[in-house]
């Protein structure tokens, strides 16, 4: 090794050094990072239930018939847990489709009659769409919202097709997080059973250039017991 060493000069030295940092981020960061990735949902963070009234639990999938247009929302298979730290926080679903579908987005107080914000949103492609709540619509603790979204159905048998689940806002300021990197946070929030912050952070991290973030939320969801398959390709926020 020495004498290796002795035939190399400070150029190749510096060169070698180069490529082997190159090598090490593009073989093992990507799996070094899904592998951080861990959903552990926290048992003593959350205060609601997860069914409606009368005791129906949340759709949070649906296909239209025979078009094979389907809606997924990025949530927990075992429901558990459907929190954010954020008093607007973001939501998200997936969408398979190879024709124009109109979407409806609604979020709602269980103590309101209608919905307390609506969005209406169109897309013609498969896509994931992902909406944040304004400024204005902000959560209080201790609620339980639900969350809807309604997607047309063209040429489908039925008019249209409908997918539902739940958020509640908790206290999350002794997760320190604002000093983290995205990929740091998505962990952190993941760790603590935290989903849909985990969820919205892996999306920053996927539009600031992380590659794996599609195995990362996929990874997140079998973790969850969903069967959910959700594709990156396409990600549409409002």
Same mark, same amino acid.
Request: charged share 15%; hydrophobic share 35%; aromatic share 6%.
């Given at each position: 090794?020495?004498?290796?060493?002795?035939?190399?000069?400070?150029n190749?030295l510096i060169?070698?050094?180069i490529?082997?940092s190159?090598?090490?981020?593009?073989?093992?960061?990507?799996?070094?990072?899904?592998?951080?990735?861990?959903?552990?949902?926290?048992?003593?963070?959350?205060?609601?239930?997860?069914?409606l009234?009368?005791?129906?639990?949340?759709?949070?999938?649906?296909?239209?018939?025979?078009?094979?247009?389907?809606?997924?929302l990025?949530?927990?298979?075992?429901?558990?847990?459907?929190? &954010?730290?954020?008093t607007?926080? #973001?939501? %998200?679903?997936? $969408? !398979?489709?190879?024709?124009?579908?109109?979407? +409806?987005?609604?979020l709602?107080?269980?103590a309101?009659?209608t919905p307390?914000?609506?969005? &209406?949103?169109?897309?013609?492609h #498969?896509? %994931?769409?992902? $909406? !944040?709540?304004?400024q204005?619509k902000?959560? +209080?603790?201790?609620?339980?919202?639900?969350?809807?979204?309604?997607?047309?159905c063209?040429?489908?048998?039925?008019?249209?097709i409908?997918?539902?689940?739940? $958020?509640e806002?908790?206290?999350?300021?002794?997760?320190?997080?604002d000093?983290?990197?995205?990929?740091?946070?998505?962990?952190t929030?993941?760790?603590q059973?935290?989903?849909?912050?985990?969820?919205?952070a892996?999306?920053?991290?996927r539009?600031q250039?992380?590659?794996d973030v599609?195995?990362?939320?996929?990874r997140?969801?079998?973790?969850?017991?969903?069967q959910?398959?959700v594709?990156?390709s396409?990600?549409?926020?409002?």
């Open positions: 090794m020495q004498r290796l060493m002795a035939t190399l000069t400070p190749h060169s070698s050094a490529l082997v190159v090598l090490s981020l593009g073989v093992f960061t990507p799996s070094y990072a899904s592998d951080r990735i861990r959903w552990t949902p926290d048992a003593e963070r959350g205060n609601v239930g997860t069914t009234s009368g005791g129906r639990r949340g759709q949070t999938d649906a296909s239209c018939n025979p078009s094979g247009s389907s809606l997924s990025v949530v927990p298979g075992d429901r558990s847990r459907l929190l &954010t730290t954020l607007n926080p #973001t939501l %998200t679903w997936h $969408v !398979t489709t190879t024709v124009p579908v109109s979407m +409806t987005f609604h709602s107080d269980p309101l009659a307390i914000y609506s969005q &209406t949103i169109a897309i013609d #498969t896509s %994931t769409v992902s $909406v !944040t709540l304004p204005e902000r959560l +209080t603790p201790d609620t339980k919202y639900r969350w809807t979204v309604l997607a047309s063209p040429g489908a048998t039925q008019p249209e409908s997918a539902r689940s739940f $958020v806002l908790v206290d999350g300021e002794s997760l320190n997080v000093n983290l990197s995205s990929l740091e946070q998505a962990s929030y993941a760790d059973g935290i989903w849909y912050d985990a969820i919205a892996l999306l920053m991290a539009h250039g992380v590659t599609e195995t990362m939320v996929q997140l969801l079998e973790q969850s017991q969903s959910a398959e594709t990156l396409t990600v549409v926020h409002f």
